[in-house]
DNA sequence: TTAGGGTTAG
């Protein structure tokens, strides 16, 4: 593993070893790959470099970084006493960990600072939020460089006080501190934080005057600034002017073709980089995996590893997140012992994504053995494992542990609701919705989405347009997720105007809406008008219709009675829009067919069927023969039927009714006895209503409401009196 | 003290 370093140690180079090993170290610190830094440790040891002044601090660091106290003892005596470097690290440590008193303590306490102290401490405090302090100790502070002043500013623009700190960035240049590469990269980062593209002319200004605009990073910066404001042009102009660019400006103008959807020239100029690095592979591995092409990633991850590139943290996240897409679980565990294998500590990251690619894939048990696993948690970790349990339809453990959350974000609540809305509960689904707004939660527009479809499934109109209208206030109503939500919410609760409307001012309409649109307008019976706006949409769209839309159009023609025109979407499905028919096609082009009473032909459709037939194609062939009275072809569909029901226990139910509306009642009772036989649980008819804001469910035979009783005892009560009336 | 990349919900 260490041939370079022993190569150079032959050669007598002892500078260059020592400049090697911290390197080494540095990169195995920032890695966290612990177990590379003692092997690498009990090299330095055998060739006694360990307590070379520069390889024991970096090796201090390393141990401090990864707490791993019985090392830093053993470091700290390899010192002989505390020297300022020393001291200085262990400020930072203590930072790191959280402990301010005690690395305040240290300073305080200090003989002698220099301004490498100042500057750690005031940093330090910065990076960890507690900006009051650092600016205490910034006034106090006896050394005024660029350093501090830099660090500073870097560390308020951290905090998200970017004005403030570009307040203090005047004051350093009124003090006569001219501003170096990295105040520039660090003031631009401030002009992007503020979304002020005014300002950042200015800093250009400032660059210009001060000499640079030919620096490599402060160029990278002033390209990511023109990009995060929409400027494309302008970043593309400063990266073409650009004399010198390295391996950020290439990975930068990447992103740039990405966040413009246009993977595939973010992929040929990828092929044609001049030079990458593992942050490049990184973020052409995510890009790929966030645009939902998780199969490209992983083979550029392959690609990386076969072009010896040593995959960084990031890499495994996107690499794991691309295969809990795909479902790969053998894939995911492969890498994830592969992790485990090098040592490399699972963070936050990477325990994420393992936990919902074990969950994904349906092992809530070893997602949650990553979850215990994770030393830090923050709250992605939580919401990964809450949304897991949800996932898995497991949603106690789900709730549990969704009130242990330390600091809840809206994804955590977000994640609760899916949970419930996947099992179709509901009322606890717009039970934590209320939850979360009496929290002091703000809803974000996945929240819309997941609330609103419940309301479409409870066909609650009340409670979808108190959702409405709570995404109104907040301003979500452009949002491409919730607008389909709320056209469907309406349609599915019958106010199709209010579908229509929506639908109208929707500014951009991508497949799922006009599916929402067209579906809504066929299934509340506007069949024509559905039909027409399936017309507008091949015309005036870049969509394609798909198997759902089809099916909304078939639906359509079957209810206007447009059975040729219908015969004829059928038909081109596979030759003009490439879907293959479903049985659920075939059973609506049955339907179609049998209505119109085109008897034989429905039954010829069905014996042509290449799919084995649903149970509601006979079910609709038989209600046109009644329809139209052909008694014998309603003998053999009905024979036929009751041959299907053996194998689709759907097809009980199904054939129960028929008997029912036949009024063959022994019929009915020995298809219900057969079906109690066989175990076979139907689900339930429901209906609902919805009272103060509640929906109550009922349910044919399971008096499972709370207040049952009591609404049976009015109920009884009520009839008692109609009876009274009558007599 | 600095520029580019990473995890969860719809």
Known sequence: MFSTLFSIYSRKSLK??????????????????INHGNALHCHLIKMGLSSQKYIAVK????????????????MLKEFNGFNLVVQNCLITANLQWGNVIDACRLFDEMPERNEVSWTSLISGLLKHGNVNEAMVYFERNPFSNVFTWTATINGLVQNRLSFQAMRLCKKMLQSGVLPNDITFTTIIRACVELSDLGLGKSVLCLIVKAGFENNVCVSNSLVTLFLRLGEIDSARKTFDRMEEKDVVSWTTILDMYVEMGDLREARRMFDEMPERNEVTWSAIIARFSQSGNAEEAVKLFQQMVRHSFKPNVSCYSSVIRAL???????????????????????????????????????????????FDEIPEKNVVCWNSM?????????????TELFNQIPHKNNISWNSLIAGHLGIENFNEALQVFDEMILSGEQPNKSTFSSILKTCASLASLERGKYAHTKALKLGFQHDIFVGTALVDMYAKSGSIESSRKIFKRMPTKNEVVWTAMIQGLSENGFAEESLRLFEEMEKKSSIAPNELILLSVLFACSHCGLVDKGLSYFNSMEKVYGIRPNERHYTSVVDMLSRSGRLFEAEEFIKSMPLEPEANAWAALLSGCKTFGNETLAGRVAEKLSGIVETKPGGYVLLSNIYASEGRWEDVMSTRNLMNQKGIKKSGGCSWIELRNQVHLFYSQDETHTQSNEIYWVLQLFNSEIQSHLT
Do not use: P, W
């Open 16 to 33: 260059a070893l020592i400049r090697k090993s911290v390197t080494l170290l540095e990169f195995y610190t920032n890695e966290r790959l």
């Open 59 to 74: 090796l201090l660091i390393m141990y401090l970084d990864s707490r791993k106290s019985f090392e830093i003892d053993q």
């Open 324 to 370: 809990a897409t795909l479902e790969a679980l053998q894939a995911g565990m492969n890498i994830h012992a592969h992790i485990l294998k090098i040592g490399m500590e699972i963070n936050v990251f990477v325990g994420s994504s393992l936990i919902d690619l074990y969950c994904k894939c349906g092992n809530t048990k070893d997602g949650r053995l990553v």
């Open 386 to 398: 809450v949304s897991g349990y949800g996932f898995n339809a497991q949603l106690e453990k789900a």
